[in-house]
């Protein structure tokens, strides 16, 4: 298993990698939408929970969790997600909107999968969103042979 030490190192990396999208006090206000995680759109005042987040890779070809809640509402969220993926090069396989909604996404360019797990916040309005991106299957499973009796 991972120490806290070493996740807390990834997370850093990966957080510095994204330093250039962050906005100053001397910015102008954030647009409506942003992009956090290469690759990846970002919705709007998002905060990363770094304790739940653990990242291998970098660019565009980074795998692991991205956990973050965020200030918009869950049909928000995954109205954004909708609309933006695609304008990142990722594709929509399915959708479920539900108090729990599940989005999926597959980039051909990068052979990835991301699916996206969005929760229902609680009556202070914060969105729950759990990204989980791993490498796309290349070939179709096969069956396990079958044991001989």
Same mark, same amino acid.
């Given at each position: 298993? %991972?120490?806290?030490? %070493?996740?807390?190192?990834?997370?850093?990396? !990966?957080?510095?990698?994204?330093?250039?999208?962050?906005?100053?006090?001397?910015?102008?206000?954030?647009?409506?939408?942003?992009?956090?995680?290469?690759?990846?759109?970002?919705?709007?005042?998002?905060?990363?929970?770094?304790?739940? *987040?653990?990242?291998?890779?970098?660019? $565009?070809?980074?795998?692991?969790?991205?956990?973050?809640?965020?200030?918009?509402?869950?049909?928000?969220?995954?109205?954004?997600?909708?609309?933006?993926?695609?304008?990142?090069?990722?594709?929509?396989?399915?959708?479920?909107?539900?108090?729990?909604?599940?989005? *999926? !996404?597959?980039? $051909?360019?990068?052979?990835?999968?991301? *699916? !996206?797990?969005?929760?229902?916040?609680?009556?202070?309005?914060?969105? *729950?969103?759990?990204?989980? %991106?791993?490498?796309?299957?290349?070939?179709?499973?096969?069956?396990?042979?079958?044991?001989?009796?």
């Amino acid at each position: 298993m %991972i120490s806290d030490r %070493i996740a807390a190192v990834i997370v850093a990396g !990966f957080l510095g990698a994204c330093a250039a999208n962050q906005v100053t006090s001397d910015s102008p206000a954030p647009p409506p939408l942003t992009m956090a995680a290469k690759g990846i759109a970002m919705p709007a005042g998002y905060k990363l929970d770094a304790d739940r *987040t653990l990242i291998f890779g970098n660019d $565009e070809n980074w795998t692991g969790r991205l956990a973050y809640s965020a200030k918009a509402s869950a049909d928000e969220v995954f109205d954004f997600l909708h609309r933006e993926m695609p304008n990142f090069g990722w594709v929509e396989l399915s959708a479920m909107r539900s108090d729990a909604s599940l989005m *999926t !996404f597959v980039s $051909e360019a990068t052979a990835r999968v991301a *699916t !996206f797990h969005i929760a229902r916040g609680s009556m202070l309005g914060s969105t *729950t969103v759990d990204l989980v %991106i791993g490498p796309k299957e290349t070939a179709p499973a096969r069956p396990a042979p079958r044991a001989l009796r």
